[in-house]
């Protein structure tokens, strides 16, 4: 399953290559404020679910474009470019993004970008990898010493002023903050070590199910803002090595309102 999701995404990127090349020429519509899709988006997450269901008809899907099809234990979680506003704008930062739940386990993971040509991939219990090599997530055990990844609310400003709060506390006891501007990027490069935590409120599952499976399996933690798993269901992660995942849950816990509890 993992190779027909590899093929997949491979697949996306050479759309999503060809069409980088001209930017101007694309359609793009808003689908709500500071929220935008591209024919780019459509026609690589078309790509990507006839790639699976040739493999797997029978299979269910959930895609950022297309929505929730079929109804099965198996199904794949689809965002065909995660950072489309940064690939709109020619900013190298973006990636696709493929995950499988098996009776709502995360099971398989592939993050993709095509820019670098940087595939990492995970199957649950076998580790995870970047362009087949074992990746880890940093040895850092102290907050203070730690790069931090997050996405700043841009769509949904309900919870920016408990952003805010984290946001200021982040800074200070860590060594950076950063905002990219891909989730699933984001949470490959916890995977890898380059980032040594990441949190953000109010994602989608398509923005961090692969992620979160590659964390998990190159040593790191994931949760809610609640310590819990509901993270796929909330959209509020944090994430990290083991000790600045403990220490990040902490600093952001205080801010947490009732709200982003459930």
Request: aromatic share 8%; glycine share 8%; with cysteine.
């Amino acid at each position: 399953m993992l190779n027909t999701a590899v093929k997949a995404a491979r697949r996306a990127a050479t759309i999503i290559n060809r069409a980088s090349n001209d930017l101007d020429s694309l359609t793009v519509r808003t689908k709500q404020e500071n929220d935008f899709v591209s024919e780019v988006d459509q026609k690589a997450e078309q790509a990507i679910i006839d790639v699976l269901l040739q493999a797997y008809p029978k299979h269910a899907i959930l895609a950022e474009e297309s929505g929730a099809t079929g109804d099965s234990e198996f199904q794949w979680i689809i965002d065909p470019l995660d950072g489309t506003t940064n690939f709109l704008h020619g900013f190298p930062q973006y990636a696709i993004s493929i995950a499988l739940l098996v009776k709502g386990q995360l099971d398989q993971a592939v993050v993709y970008d095509p820019t670098r040509n940087e595939l990492f991939t995970a199957s649950k219990g076998s580790g995870a990898f970047l362009n087949d090599r074992r990746i880890r997530v940093s040895k850092r055990t102290k907050l203070a010493e730690s790069l931090i990844g997050t996405g700043f609310p841009y769509r949904d400003f309900t919870h920016l002023d408990a952003y805010t709060g984290m946001f200021r506390d982040v800074v200070q006891k860590s060594s950076g903050l950063r905002r990219p501007g891909s989730a699933a990027l984001d949470l490959a490069w916890v995977a890898s070590g380059r980032l040594d935590g990441f949190f953000e409120i109010g994602l989608n599952p398509w923005d961090i199910a692969a992620g979160c499976l590659l964390i998990k399996e190159a040593g790191g933690l994931v949760s809610d803002f609640t310590g819990e798993d509901g993270y796929l269901k909330s959209g509020h992660v944090v994430a990290g090595t083991p000790k600045v995942f403990a220490q990040l849950l902490q600093t952001v816990q205080p801010h947490v309102t009732p709200a982003l509890r459930s």
